[in-house]
C-alpha cells in the first residue's frame, strides 16, 4: 500500500512513519516540495505518487495568531485540505483528515459525540470545522477524525513546554481549569492506521481525562522518575482568566470515542503513553 503524507515533518507525520506497519510504503515530501495551498502542486504531487490513501497531517496550529490571521489559517486548515481530498479524490485514493476538539464551545459537562453539532468559539475551531466540511464535499468516503492535545517527543508542544520551564522557572503556573484529554502523537498515529479504510466522522484520543494542571504534575513527577529533571518546582493552578488569551479555549472538551474503540479496541490510558513519550525523550 502507497501512503502519501501531508505534513510530514510535524508531530503526526513523523509518527505516522513511525509506526507504519508492514507493508506500506510512506511517500513523505518535506514541506518544501508538497504546498498543500497550491492546486498545481498539489495535483502534481498526487499523480506521480499515485496513492492507495492520502493522509493529511499538516495544518494551521498557532492558535492565537489564527485569531488575527483566519484568512491564512483558513488557506492551510480548510481551502488546502478541499484541494487535497478532491486529488486523493481523482486518483482514487482513500483521505484522511485530522480535526480537532476546537469545533466544540467547551460548554458541556460529558463528552461529545460526532454527531453532537458543533460550535467552535475561536478562528482556529472554525477553520478547522471548515476543513472537515471541505474534506467531505470533495472526497465521498473521506475519514475525519477529530482529536486533542496532541504532544510527541519533538516539536513544539505542552510537554516539551513544561519541560523546559520546569527546569528554568521556580515554579509554574497552568491553568485547572480547562478539562480534556492529553493525545500521544503515537497512540493517535496507530489509531490512524487502524482505522484506514473506515469512512465519515470519528474521535479518538488516549483514555482518561485531565486539566492542563493535572498534565503538567504528572509530566514533572514521570520526568522527574525517568532523569529528565533532576528538581521538583511548584506546580501552581490558575484559571483561565489569570492567563487571558486572544482565543477562545475550551473549558470541557473530553470526546466520546465508543464509535472508533468499538473498531480498534480502547487507548491506552494518557498517563501511560506520556510516559512512553518521555522514555523516547530520555532514549
Not at 3 to 8: N, Q
Not at 64 to 80: F, G, S, W, Y
Not at 185 to 200: C, H, N, P, Y
Request: charged content about 15%; hydrophobic content about 50%.
Amino acid at each position: 500500500m502507497k501512503v502519501l503524507v501531508a505534513g510530514s515533518g510535524g508531530q503526526l507525520g513523523r509518527a505516522l512513519a513511525a509506526t507504519a506497519p508492514a507493508g506500506v510504503t510512506l511517500i513523505a515530501p518535506p514541506e518544501a516540495d508538497f504546498d498543500i495551498a497550491n492546486p498545481d502542486v498539489v495535483a502534481r504531487v498526487v499523480a506521480a505518487a499515485q496513492p492507495d490513501l492520502l493522509v493529511n497531517a499538516a495544518a494551521w496550529t498557532a492558535v492565537d495568531k489564527a485569531e488575527a490571521e483566519e484568512d491564512a489559517a483558513l488557506l492551510i486548515n480548510a481551502t488546502a485540505v478541499g484541494l487535497l481530498a478532491a486529488a486523493a479524490a481523482a486518483a482514487g485514493a482513500r483521505f484522511v483528515q485530522i480535526s480537532t476538539d476546537y469545533v466544540f464551545d467547551g460548554r458541556g459537562h460529558t463528552p461529545y459525540a460526532p454527531h453532537t453539532p458543533p460550535a467552535p468559539a475561536s478562528a482556529y475551531g472554525r477553520t478547522k470545522l471548515a476543513g472537515e466540511q471541505a474534506a467531505a464535499a470533495h472526497h465521498p468516503a473521506a475519514l475525519i477524525i477529530r482529536t486533542a492535545w496532541v504532544y510527541a517527543a519533538a516539536g513544539n508542544n505542552f510537554v516539551r513546554t513544561m519541560l523546559r520551564l520546569m527546569a528554568e522557572r521556580d515554579e509554574v503556573r497552568v491553568v485547572a481549569d480547562q478539562i480534556g484529554t492529553p493525545t500521544h502523537a503515537a497512540s493517535l498515529a496507530r489509531a490512524i492506521w487502524a482505522l484506514d479504510g473506515q469512512f465519515g466522522l470519528y474521535h479518538w484520543t488516549d483514555a482518561g481525562v485531565a486539566s492542563w494542571y493535572d498534565f503538567a504534575v504528572a509530566i514533572q513527577e514521570e520526568a522527574l522518575a525517568l532523569g529528565l529533571l533532576d528538581r521538583q518546582v511548584p506546580i501552581i493552578p490558575i484559571a483561565t482568566a489569570d492567563y487571558p488569551t486572544p482565543a477562545q479555549r475550551p473549558a470541557y472538551s473530553v470526546l466520546d470515542k465508543a464509535s472508533s474503540w468499538a473498531l480498534t479496541g480502547p487507548a491506552r490510558h494518557w498517563r501511560h503513553e506520556l510516559i512512553a513519550c518521555l522514555k523516547d525523550m530520555r532514549a
